[in-house]
């Protein structure tokens, strides 16, 4: 079992910058993908980007550029680095990690851009 915890979030100007967080109960282990998706109101949930077991990432059309992902299994964390901020980044945002076709989620939190 794993638990995530998300922290980093909050209110922004259009144009800045955050850095979230996500923190492992557990060990996190090259095998693990782990990512970022995010929750819009009136939107389903959605991929930010993920880093995979070969340290393959992906990245969202609408962040490419913007964002960066990375991990650091030793201390079980995994960051979301954002910049040029947008009004439509506004959301929930929570880390996820799957191992062995479990999924495990963190509780979130919110970023909110003003334009």
């Known amino acids: 079992q794993v638990q995530l915890v998300e922290s980093g979030g909050g209110l922004v100007q259009t144009g800045g910058s955050l850095r979230l967080s996500c923190t492992a109960s557990g060990s996190i282990f090259s095998i693990d993908t782990m990512g970022w998706y995010r929750h819009s109101p009136g939107n389903q949930r959605e991929l930010v980007a993920t880093i995979s077991t070969f340290g393959r990432i992906d990245y969202a059309d609408a962040v490419k550029g913007r964002f960066t992902i990375s991990r650091d299994n030793a201390k079980n964390a995994l960051f979301l680095r954002m910049n040029s901020l947008k009004p439509e980044d506004t959301g929930v945002y929570y880390c996820?990690?799957?191992?062995?076709?479990?999924?495990?989620w963190g509780q979130g939190t919110q970023v909110t851009v003003s334009s």
């Open positions: 996820h990690l799957r191992r062995g076709g479990n999924d495990f």
